[in-house]
């Protein structure tokens, strides 16, 4: 699947020349449900078509971009592997598509920019994690929340252990335990009367661990680049002699506690989720825990801030270290992304006019954009009735 992070969104939020469309479609997992995800990105094309002259500004731009969208609907073998919801941003400078582990509206919107609020809430979603099955001959990385997970393409971070290190580790394995063998055969114990002693996947061997430990680290620094920023918990999966030599070189700071024992590079992601989810569970509400305790310290020391207008004029000047915000808290109105200035039209339900900005999502995306972190959480958690909290640098 598709990683999508901070960066990501900085890139989306970016002012674009000519119209933008944003696609997003819920879908099924499953091989035998193709079609349907097929025939329903085709029903949300035709609606962006059906979108596009009333907000082309640019002529011949929109339907260039329609037909710069239209071989997707084609390739039968993208849409036998999806997850559960797909995203698709296309403008005369910018193409991306997203394969989410999670749901999405059935939305379809032509402007002048992007709409990202879908994706705003993947990355403030407090379930979300990740897992790393790691192995000699295959590294893999799956995205998930509490409905399941999904793999996720690597960026940056090699695939095996002969793509970092460069030569074929298996293969010099045997050489150094043929050469065991040999020398202890002339140790003295009789022709022929020797046996190889096998340590587990290589690991106990003074000859293995140097290689394993620089193979661990060269996965460790590509992930810590892949998923800078990222607060979600990831949850090692490997055979129970990796976890502490992988521990030992990890500079991830959000690495699990626990781990699964275990190779699980050839689960299914349902099989994976099982065994993973909890293990991330208990590290989510620990997370949430700590944010909130950190809240309380914060704001008993001055460092802490729930007035939303105050919030604003600090969010544009870099100032939030974290935000927290209360699920299914709606507040409209505008907000001026240069000075911080809101005025609120409306609390809850729908946009009133049409052209109103929902302010708690405004907020949060300019302090993911200045580096800060966003959590979304229940109303039952949220420690302030003013459905917005945050820590300040």
Known sequence: MDYFGREDLRMLLQERAGPAISIYVPTERSSSEAETNRLRYRAALDRARQLLPSANGVDGAGDS??????????????????????AVFASPDVQRLYRLPGSVPDLVVVASSFHTRPMLEYLQA????????????????????AAGVSPIDLQGVPRNLMEALGYDFERDEKIVLRRKTRNASHGGHGRGGTMPVFHGHGVGSDDSEPELRRFFKKVDEGLQEMLEGEIGPLVLAAVNEYHPLYRGVSGLDNLAEKGIEASVVDWSPDRVHEAAWPIAKAQVLKKIDRALEL?????????????LANLARLAVAGRIRLLLTERDRRLWGTMDRSTGAIEIVQEGGEDPSGKAAELLDELAEVVILHGGNALVLSPERMPTNTGVAGILR
């Open 65 to 86: 971009l329609a037909e710069a969208l239209e071989p997707l609907t084609h390739e039968e073998e993208f849409w036998r592997y999806q997850s559960d919801g797909l």
């Open 126 to 145: 407090p379930d979300r994690y990740w897992v790393l099955g790691l192995s000699q001959k295959n590294v893999r990385l799956w995205s998930g929340t």
């Open 295 to 307: 809240w309380e310290n914060s704001y008993g020391r001055g460092k802490g801030e729930l007035d």
